[in-house]
């Protein structure tokens, strides 16, 4: 008699000790938004190596019926959500209820995760794999020494000492390549921030969570900037410097000191890419900057809808025309236009917000849209943000904006300018 085989999907849940278990007996569940949905095999990727799981302390996990209801599943258990390495775009959010009074999760990108026939898989699309960019290139050995030879070559530079810190402890990658002197290197510019975004990786402003980065604490002069950025762009293997990091706060409000720093950097290095990730905030200041020698910006974005953009950005003193005005000014100039897709399965997916989103990127003139997924407590966000229609799901909102932006790249990373445009 043929055999057939049947693919058993188990739920992957955690134990209060920390350790991780996998129960039979349940129809897994994930979310889309607040809408509960059985998981299907064609949502799922395999958990890629540099993933991790999570336990949500608070949460536990839901499962749901043949007609769709959430069913509670029996016993202490904890919800479990992979966290995904760049690269990857989640496509559904877990199943999860919250207990009352439970607290805010910390800054993560939780995803639904699941075992599918022997093997863990998680709700994702791989979105990019630019080389400049994978695991096996960082924490290398010799980053002490190299860091070392910095602090030689640019004694008194504040900016060596943030990055050294940012390289070595924090394992940011852009500032290890600074001291590598290849790829992309990091210019962090500001303390300030003239938004206040509840997902901000640098400053949690009602301290309910940690920031998973301190924010810079000094104001680096165009001198250090300089400095930082010619000691990177005469490595070999360098193409690249880039205002607006994760430690920091918007790049653009530092305009005279930044404007400064760009024209010097661009008369020591004529071929090189000078980036800037904004919030797109101050269209007369990046003009300056594109006069002075800026040819790459990157603006994030989590929505071009005012309602939902002003609730997560708590945007002071600008608004969506300047964010658009950016991207126009870029692109009007020759230069590269990115915008980084703050995505979150339930907004990035409504039918209203892709049309939105796709208008946009037609008025800024963008390559190439990058696809993030949104770090930051799923319920939270939900309850801070405006109802919203059902979405589409976040699968069929990539194709979607692809169908919509022909000739538009999708990915994840920046490349440099002669690469991209
Ligand atoms: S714009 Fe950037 S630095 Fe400013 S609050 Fe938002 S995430 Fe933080």
């Known amino acids: 008699m043929e055999h057939i085989h049947t693919p058993v999907m188990r739920l992957v849940v955690g134990r209060p000790d920390g350790s991780i278990e996998l129960l039979n007996g349940y129809r897994a569940a994930a979310r889309n938004g607040r809408r509960l949905m059985a998981v299907s095999p064609a949502e799922l990727l395999p958990l890629p190596d540099?993933?991790?799981?999570a336990q949500l302390p608070g949460r536990r996990p839901l499962a749901i019926d043949?007609?769709?209801?959430g069913v509670e599943v029996e016993?202490?258990?904890?919800?479990?959500?992979?966290?995904?390495?760049?690269?990857?775009?989640?496509?559904?959010?877990?199943?999860?209820?919250?207990?009352?009074?439970?607290?805010r999760l910390p800054l993560f990108g939780y995803t639904a995760v699941v075992e599918h026939d022997g093997d863990l898989m998680c709700a994702a699309l791989g979105t990019d794999s630019f080389d400049w960019w994978r695991p096996a290139h960082y924490?290398?050995?010799?980053?002490?020494?190299?860091?070392?030879a910095a602090r030689q070559a640019l004694p008194g530079n504040?900016?060596?000492?943030?990055?050294?810190?940012?390289?070595?402890?924090?394992?940011?990658?852009?500032?290890?390549?600074?001291?590598?002197?290849?790829?992309?290197?990091?210019?962090?510019?500001?303390?300030?921030?003239?938004?206040?975004c509840l997902g901000c990786i640098s400053l949690q402003t009602d301290g309910e969570v940690p920031a998973p980065q301190d924010r810079m604490r000094f104001a680096p002069t165009a001198d250090e900037l300089v400095e930082v950025a010619d000691w990177?762009?005469?490595?070999?293997d360098a193409a690249m410097v880039s205002f607006g990091q994760g430690c920091e706060g918007e790049a653009l409000t530092r305009d005279d000191t930044l404007v400064e720093a760009t024209r010097r950097i661009r008369e020591l290095h004529p071929g090189a890419?000078?980036?800037?990730?904004?919030?797109?905030?101050?269209?007369?200041?990046?003009?300056?900057?594109?006069?002075?020698?800026?040819?790459?910006?990157?603006?994030?974005?989590?929505?071009?809808?005012?309602?939902?953009?002003?609730?997560?950005?708590?945007?002071?003193?600008?608004?969506?025309?300047?964010?658009?005005?950016c991207g126009a000014l870029m692109r009007a100039h020759g230069g590269q236009v990115c915008l980084n897709l703050l995505t979150f399965p339930g907004v990035t997916d409504v039918v209203e917000e892709i049309e939105a989103t796709a208008a946009a990127c037609h008025s800024m003139g963008v390559h190439q849209?990058?696809?993030?997924?949104?770090?930051?407590?799923?319920?939270?966000?939900?309850?801070?943000?405006?109802?919203?229609?059902?979405?589409?799901?976040?699968?069929?909102?990539?194709?979607r904006l692809r169908d919509l932006l022909p000739g538009v790249a999708h990915g994840n990373f920046t490349r440099p300018v002669a690469a991209a445009v």
């Open 50 to 53: 540099s993933a991790t799981l």
């Open 66 to 69: 043949s007609s769709g209801a």
């Open 75 to 103: 016993g202490d258990w904890l919800a479990v959500a992979a966290v995904l390495p760049v690269g990857h775009l989640r496509t559904l959010l877990p199943a999860t209820v919250r207990d009352p009074g439970a607290r």
């Open 139 to 148: 924490a290398r050995a010799d980053l002490p020494m190299a860091v070392d």
């Open 158 to 196: 504040r900016l060596v000492e943030h990055l050294a810190t940012c390289a070595l402890e924090n394992r940011c990658y852009t500032a290890q390549n600074t001291f590598h002197r290849r790829y992309e290197g990091a210019l962090p510019a500001s303390p300030a921030c003239n938004a206040d």
């Open 232 to 236: 990177h762009l005469t490595g070999d």
């Open 273 to 325: 890419t000078i980036h800037i990730n904004t919030n797109g905030s101050k269209p007369h200041i990046l003009e300056r900057l594109i006069d002075a020698g800026l040819n790459s910006v990157r603006i994030s974005a989590i929505s071009f809808s005012d309602a939902v953009f002003r609730r997560y950005y708590r945007p002071i003193g600008y608004g969506l025309d300047d964010v658009v005005a």
């Open 369 to 399: 849209v990058q696809w993030r997924s949104l770090n930051v407590d799923h319920d939270w966000l939900l309850d801070v943000l405006p109802e919203l229609p059902t979405g589409i799901g976040m699968r069929a909102a990539h194709s």
